[in-house]
T-cell receptor
């Protein structure tokens, strides 16, 4: 079982819709969770971090964490074509190890 | 402000040759991370340093890989001898004191092709 799993997609949503990206992790004791965005041919950039159960909002982005289900998600409201990218979930686990998922490719259709 | 600087941006070499990748972290950052990204395996942490000291190198795939950080402003990742399966994009990232993995800033990457 992989430490962090994501649906590779591609996920396509129309402009203005809500994009929902999901991630599961295997280490139940993990405490830190991150979402990175990576445009094609570019480096990853951090967009959200979350440490507690519940929702965390930042502009059009909302991260949701459910530790009981070992599940973290990212919602993008009012999706724009500029949001088209690969979204990487990352987890810092109890063994002080840091893992990325393989990413979900998102395409926002104008 | 200059971000993380990596060189070279592209490297093409032949199997068996030595490859050295270079990274200059953001000034004031005290943690440095080396990653490798491939389509098959995604983004993998190879090694990270804190205050120039290697903390965890469990991600280094084998003895052909080595990394050094002789000072706060420079790190190298060396592959000797290189093999075609080492072809990947190698990223360096750095973070501020006290933030560790929580606020990493990535460099532009080095695309390595081993023929």
């Amino acid at each position: 079982q992989k430490e962090v799993e994501q649906n590779s997609g591609p996920l396509s949503v129309p402009e203005g819709a809500i994009a929902s990206l999901n991630c599961t992790y295997s280490d139940r004791g993990s405490q830190s969770f991150f979402w990175y965005r990576q445009y094609s041919g570019k480096s990853p950039e951090l967009i959200m971090s979350i440490y507690s159960n519940g929702d965390k909002e930042d502009g059009r982005f909302t991260a949701q964490l459910n530790k009981a289900s070992q599940y973290v998600s990212l919602l993008i409201r009012d999706s724009q074509p500029s949001d088209s990218a690969t979204y990487l979930c990352a987890v810092f686990n109890t063994g002080n190890q840091f893992y990325f998922g393989t990413g979900t490719s998102l395409t926002v259709i104008p | 402000d200059a971000g993380v600087i990596q060189s070279p941006r592209h490297e093409v070499t032949e199997m068996g040759q030595e490859v050295t990748l270079r990274c200059k972290p953001i000034s004031g950052h005290n943690s440095l991370f080396w990653y490798r990204q491939t389509m098959m395996r995604g983004l993998e942490l190879l090694i990270y340093f804190n205050n120039n000291v290697p903390i965890d190198d469990s991600g280094m795939p084998e003895d052909r890989f080595s990394a050094k950080m002789p000072n706060a402003s420079f790190s190298t990742l060396k592959i000797q001898p290189s093999e075609p399966r080492d072809s990947a994009v190698y990223f360096c990232a750095s973070s501020l004191p006290g933030t560790g993995f929580n606020e990493q800033f990535f460099g532009p990457g080095t695309r390595l092709t081993v023929l």
